[in-house]
């Protein structure tokens, strides 16, 4: 009997990371969106972040709502937690699990319905309680599962797969986030792959939460002629803020780069990055500028990509609540329920 050769595995699939997990084990289900549609390629880039950041899957928490976006979690991470929540209620439901167990690695991932329309008053207060989670914006301008309607995203003037022109001023997410005050605001382009894995790994590693509003084209019913959402009209008109890489602090590397200078920064695991400071063009830390760049950009049609705003210095909610390290899920009795004598105490306060 001829000897069957056993099937070769891509290089790729057996390298293995920190932890000494392999990326295939970052995956979950298969797809079951249309072929094509940019939420797919958001999710290949959300796998690629966690398995190369090292980030235990068992120790991630993934939170959806209701749209195609919400289905995506089941995609990536098979064997972290999850929860489906109603919609427009996922903000809830991350925070409280947030807060029972603030080890673990909380994202969140919804859609331009489910966060700017029933969605938006939990939206908001997500973030000014600046909730320790990663919270993606699969941003296609339509309600891709009731036929194509516009969404609360969608740009002035878009026009729907059916020909009707959009006639109402579009909600800025980003923008709204920046006043708001999250410390780690970005958009990026499910086309433009090599820019959203670096801004994943940035929004992995933010303390805090971490916003990144994804324009990601419904190629069933917003990828047509006279749509500001299909993938021809951002690719024309994407205008990247600047060159954007991440390096996670694994290993100590040191670097001096001048300004304006491109350098080759080369480390232990025979990785590499190409670093670019940014001279005079965009300071990040600016919230002011961020604002004016962001309403320019509107005004001028354009397709602003990258970094807006980042601010490390807000307490994330759980300082703000003085939290013990200890998840509160795994708190003993004898500490979260008062004795007796201690209620009667505080009740005779009360009196």
């Known amino acids: 009997m001829a000897e069957i050769a056993a099937p070769q595995v891509p290089a790729e699939?057996?390298?293995?990371?920190?932890?000494?997990?392999?990326?295939?084990?970052?995956?979950?289900?298969?797809s079951t969106l249309c072929t094509g549609c940019g939420h797919d390629a958001i999710?290949?880039?959300?796998?690629?972040?966690?398995?190369?950041?090292?980030?235990?899957?068992?120790?991630?928490?993934?939170?959806?709502?209701?749209?195609?976006?919400?289905?995506?979690?089941?995609?990536?991470?098979?064997?972290?937690?999850?929860?489906?929540?109603?919609?427009?209620?996922?903000?809830?439901?991350?925070?409280?699990?947030?807060?029972?167990?603030?080890q673990l690695v909380t994202i969140g991932v919804s859609g331009d319905g489910d966060t700017a329309s029933i969605g938006m008053g939990q939206?908001?207060?997500?973030?000014?309680?600046?909730?320790?989670m990663i919270y993606i914006i699969e941003n296609n301008g339509v309600y891709g599962l009731t036929k194509g309607q516009f969404s609360a995203t969608a740009d002035l003037h878009s026009k729907s797969k059916w020909g009707q022109e959009n006639q109402m001023q579009p909600i800025d997410c980003c923008?709204?986030?920046?006043?708001?005050?999250?410390?780690?605001?970005?958009?990026s382009f499910s086309g433009d792959m090599?820019?959203?894995?670096?801004?994943?790994?940035?929004?992995?590693?933010?303390?805090?939460?971490?916003?990144?509003?994804?324009?990601?084209?419904?190629?069933?019913?917003?990828?047509?002629?006279?749509?500001?959402?299909a993938y021809k009209w951002a690719k024309e008109h994407e205008m990247p803020l600047h060159e954007i890489g991440f390096v996670p602090f694994f290993e100590q590397v040191e670097a001096e780069v001048k300004p304006g200078e491109t350098k080759r920064i080369d480390f232990p695991d025979g990785s590499h990055v190409i670093l670019k400071?940014?001279?005079?063009?965009?300071?990040?830390?600016?919230?002011?500028?961020?604002?004016?760049?962001?309403?320019?950009?509107?005004?001028?049609?354009?397709?602003?990509?990258?970094?807006?705003?980042?601010?490390?210095?807000?307490?994330?909610?759980?300082?703000?609540?003085?939290?013990?390290?200890?998840?509160?899920a795994t708190l003993p009795e004898s500490l979260t329920r008062p004795p007796k004598a201690v209620l009667e105490e505080v009740m005779e306060r009360l009196r």
């Open 277 to 328: 400071r940014v001279g005079e063009d965009y300071d990040p830390t600016n919230k002011g500028q961020a604002l004016l760049t962001l309403l320019k950009a509107r005004e001028e049609n354009l397709f602003l990509t990258g970094l807006l705003y980042t601010d490390t210095k807000t307490p994330d909610f759980c300082t703000q609540l003085n939290l013990v390290d200890q998840p509160l």
């Open 43 to 102: 999710t290949n880039q959300v796998i690629r972040a966690f398995y190369e950041m090292g980030v235990q899957p068992h120790m991630v928490a993934k939170m959806s709502g209701i749209g195609c976006s919400s289905k995506t979690p089941a995609y990536f991470l098979g064997k972290s937690h999850g929860f489906n929540a109603v919609h427009g209620r996922m903000p809830a439901i991350s925070t409280g699990a947030m807060l029972a167990n603030k």
């Open 194 to 229: 090599k820019q959203l894995l670096a801004l994943l790994k940035g929004a992995v590693a933010h303390k805090g939460l971490a916003l990144l509003d994804v324009v990601s084209p419904c190629i069933t019913f917003n990828n047509h002629e006279g749509s500001t959402k």
């Open 175 to 187: 923008s709204l986030a920046i006043e708001l005050g999250c410390g780690y605001v970005a958009r």
């Open 123 to 132: 939206f908001i207060h997500l973030v000014r309680r600046n909730v320790p």
């Open 13 to 30: 699939e057996r390298k293995k990371n920190r932890l000494g997990l392999t990326l295939p084990e970052y995956q979950g289900s298969a």
